[in-house]
């Protein structure tokens, strides 16, 4: 789906005669004026429009596209054209989308995508056709580790770091023992890692995991099970509408005052508007918290609701910042792709003014930022401390070239 700036569809020959008449109008031109005639530059946009995570997708699509708007339309003087996939969290089908971006749609840059297990078959072709490629969320480790590349870059988190900064948050809490419970695939399994090795540091005994299929949320037999177990805190790590199920479902067990549920700061982001008091006081960490109160953040924010009349959430906040990273790399090289290295190397040293706070990039190409300890209250997932300052990600298996 083509979004944007599209030259009409016409008959072939037209469109063929159009465009070499273009061409040789174009060649007329003085050099400098042609070099603000570059073509725009593709960006394939390929997200879960549909399904449990369909709002992350939106929010991240809006982020982007805020981004640009903010440089009217322009990144590095090239105007920007669109081309949206909905990838439907489908790791089946992530191969021949990103193919349909890069070979019919001929992107030069992809931005995607939510779900980890999606991005890990993204970025393998990515890898093969050495396309340029920001993942604005999927945390999934693989990308800044074994599969990191030169142009791979994340803008949101590995799966490890949430899950750490949460296992540290529930250790200093003096929980001795916890449950866990998340979909069975990389994001789950790789935040229960990163939460194990932060809560035994502190002490921590986990006395059982448990898994469901994504996207399912049946989650009965489990609460059921986490209440005969009497653990003292739970993790869970849900997002999009299978968080707002689960929060709901929690409370509706008659858990919520008894075991303290906790989880990657994803439970409750953009979800707290359906889960209304269900939600209250449910402690989490994130990379960012609604409550930052900077000038920055409060910009963004006021920015965000006017385009969309909604409040962001970390998700746009991410996609917002693809944006900004590409606009650095662009602008390092006046929008000449063809300087890839040059490019690459000024997004590599690039130091993000987010609205989270200021970060940069580890040497795997992923964020190195403060996690926020946040409570929900009200609609607001408020900052009550960090968690964790400047968390890099181990980047194990990462051999960058
Ligand atoms: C993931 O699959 O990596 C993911 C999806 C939603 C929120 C956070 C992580």
């Known amino acids: 789906m083509n979004n944007d700036l599209n030259l009409p569809r016409r008959p072939g020959l037209i469109r063929g005669l159009l465009i070499a008449a273009s061409v040789a109008a174009m060649a007329a031109l003085a050099p400098g004026a042609y070099a603000q005639q570059q073509a725009k530059l593709r960006v394939g946009l390929m997200l879960p429009y549909t399904g449990t995570y369909a709002a992350l ?68 072709v990515a890898r093969q056709t050495n396309t340029l490629m920001i993942n604005p969320n999927a945390g999934a480790d693989e990308i800044t580790g074994p599969l990191c590349a030169p142009n791979i870059f994340r803008t949101s988190f590995s799966n ?25 695939y990389a994001a789950g399994q790789q935040m229960v890692e990163g939460f194990k090795e932060a809560f035994a ?70 979800t707290l508007e359906a889960q209304g008091a269900t939600a209250q006081g449910i402690v989490t960490a994130l990379h960012y918290a609604d409550s930052l109160d900077t000038p920055r953040d409060n910009a963004f924010r006021t920015a965000y609701r006017k385009a969309y009349n909604m409040e962001p959430d970390v998700y746009a906040v991410q996609g917002y910042d693809a944006g900004q990273l590409l606009r650095i790399g662009l602008e390092s090289v006046q929008g000449d792709l ?14 993000i003014d987010s609205p989270r706070g200021v970060f940069t990039l580890s040497s795997a190409h992923n964020p190195v930022q403060d996690f926020y300890v946040r409570r929900v209250e009200g609609k607001e997932n408020k900052s009550i401390g960090i968690a964790v300052k400047a968390l890099a990600d181990p980047a194990r298996g990462c051999k960058m070239p």
């Open 57 to 124: 997708g939106t929010a991240i699509t809006n982020g982007f596209q805020l981004a640009v708007a903010e440089q009217d339309g322009k990144l590095g003087g090239r105007e920007i054209e669109l081309y949206r996939v909905d990838d439907e969290s489908d790791p089946a089908k992530a191969t021949e989308n990103t193919n349909r971006l890069i070979k019919r749609d001929r992107v030069d840059v992809l931005v995607g995508t939510v779900h980890s297990g999606v991005a890990i078959g993204m970025a393998k």
């Open 338 to 351: 063809k300087k890839r290295d040059q490019m690459i190397r000024a997004m590599r040293a690039a130091k």
């Open 160 to 184: 490890w770091q949430p899950g750490y900064a949460t296992g540290k948050v529930m250790a200093d809490s003096t929980h001795k023992t916890a449950v866990t419970l998340t979909w069975r």
């Open 201 to 270: 540091k502190g002490g921590g005994k986990v006395l059982r995991e448990m898994y469901l299929p994504f996207p399912n949320v049946e989650f009965q037999p489990f609460l059921t099970e986490i209440a005969a177990l009497k653990p003292e805190a739970v993790f869970v790590f849900f997002a999009g509408g299978g968080a707002v199920k689960f929060v709901k479902d929690y409370a509706a067990a008659g858990l919520k005052d008894n075991i303290p549920l906790y989880g990657t700061g994803f439970l409750t982001d953009g």
